[in-house]
């Protein structure tokens, strides 16, 4: 006779999915089966328009045809070369391609395959340009307070959000976590404190759990800071770059360039495991003139496959002329914030351009619990729109192609999954 556990649903589900309880899991209404421009169809037999870009990926929507012939002709040419001791030519070509972008001079590309691999990939870069430099002490990485840089090992310890580090024996002894909305105060005791130790400080423009966009008055700071004590900057980029909030990448904005951009997500449209750091004439020097080898390397980066993807989305953002695809999406947004505002438990509004938090508040106006976000984020997905869970709020994250049709439908299912959310008590 078989016992009732191992008969139960999640029991015999073969995928393991990833941040969510399996016994529980709706699988019919939350198993995807196919997705194009804006929408995404599910086993259920609804068809969803999705609201965070497939965790802010696809920036031009899913199944863009330009991208898939980039990638179906090299699939052709050169299905597979790797990168270790050796270099490919359609590798070169897309790092001349992402080097040619930012507003600041970067001199090289290391491939990667995540944002949370590159994370511990330029952690690794840091510590290792301080040892060349006679610096050995300087190991200290900073992030901020809410970050999230990935769920590998080195970067969970980098990320200031709660993600179970202490479950995981994530060592984070050589890692701080500083406010960044105390207009400095904790950056200012930091520094004085262990600024000879710091190898580097690692920034979210817009951080990626929750939308909160860092203030221009703290990261003024933050250079001062470095210029004083020397340590590297670097701008992760992983959500925020490829049209997000404007431009190629938020950091173009910033007064002094950072040392290293990691950008991954939109860099190829989400279509390979994809991630790269742009990396400045700094630390290249430093390694060329002491003949040093950086000892990372990751099997599946900078395929063939992957650099065509790459330039085939710099091509395609460009054609579709991206800046003012995301002006035009912002102002959207804006105006479905402002709508939504109007409703019962809806608060006030984070992020910038194309990456927006809106908070959600009880009734006795605290902030709505994870649980209650998540069940707020479920309900919306039952009336037909997806969007992203954050801390006491959900992001909306649209592609950079929607349509005031688009924002329409959006609304719509939003407002009726906040309505279903309110009957439920989740806002009590």
């Not at 992402?98 to 600041?104: F, G, I, Q």
């Not at 590309?109 to 949370?116: D, E």
């Not at 105060?185 to 951080?207: D, N, Y």
């Not at 250079?223 to 950091?251: I, N, P």
């Amino acid at each position: 006779m078989t016992s009732a556990v191992s008969t139960a649903p999640g029991m015999q589900r073969p995928l393991w999915v990833p941040l969510t309880t399996q016994h529980d899991f709706p699988e019919r209404s939350h198993t995807a089966v196919s997705a194009h421009g804006v929408h995404v169809s599910f086993e259920d037999g609804q068809q969803r328009i999705c609201a965070k870009s497939g965790l802010w990926n696809t920036n031009l929507g899913y199944g863009n045809p330009h991208i898939e012939a980039a990638i179906t002709g090299e699939l052709r040419s050169a299905s597979y070369l790797p990168l270790f001791r050796t270099a490919h030519s359609k590798a070169i070509e897309a790092s001349r391609a992402l080097l040619s972008l930012p507003a600041h001079n970067f001199q090289r590309v290391v491939f990667s395959t995540s944002g949370g691999a590159a994370n511990d990939a330029v952690m690794k870069l840091a510590r290792q340009f301080f040892v060349l430099n006679g610096q050995p002490e300087r190991k200290l990485i900073i992030g901020l307070k809410g970050s999230y840089h990935g769920l590998t090992y080195g970067s969970q310890a980098l990320s200031g959000d709660e993600l179970g580090q202490s479950v995981y024996g994530v060592d984070r002894r050589n890692i701080r976590h500083i406010s960044f909305q105390d207009q400095g105060q904790e950056l200012a005791q930091l520094m004085q404190r262990e600024g000879h130790r710091i190898a580097a400080v690692i920034v979210e423009p817009v951080l990626g759990s929750g939308a909160e966009a860092v203030p221009g008055e703290f990261m003024a700071a933050l250079q001062k800071h470095r210029q004083e004590h020397g340590f590297l900057l670097v701008a992760d980029e992983v959500a925020t770059g490829f049209g997000r909030v404007g431009g190629w990448f938020a950091s173009d904005d910033w007064q002094q360039q950072p040392d290293v951009i990691v950008t991954s997500k939109g860099l190829t449209n989400g279509t390979s495991a994809c991630a790269a750091l742009l990396i400045a004439q700094r630390v290249t020097q430093l390694f060329d003139t002491s003949e040093s080898v950086f000892v990372h390397g990751e099997t599946q980066a900078g395929t063939p496959p992957t650099c065509a993807a790459i330039l085939g989305t710099i091509a395609e953002m460009t054609r579709l002329d991206h800046n003012t695809l995301s002006k035009q999406v912002a102002a959207g947004l804006n105006k479905l914030i402002e709508e939504l505002q109007g409703t019962r438990g809806v608060g006030d509004s984070t992020g910038r351009g194309c990456m927006r938090g809106v908070k959600l508040h009880s009734r006795n106006g605290t902030p709505l619990s994870s649980e209650g976000v998540l069940a707020v984020v479920r309900s919306i997905h039952e009336a037909g729109a997806i969007v992203q869970p954050g801390p006491g709020r959900i992001q909306l994250l649209p592609a950079l192609i929607y349509t005031e049709e688009n924002f329409a439908e959006l609304q719509t299912a939003i407002k009726a999954g906040l309505a279903g959310a309110q009957s439920d008590g989740v806002f009590e």
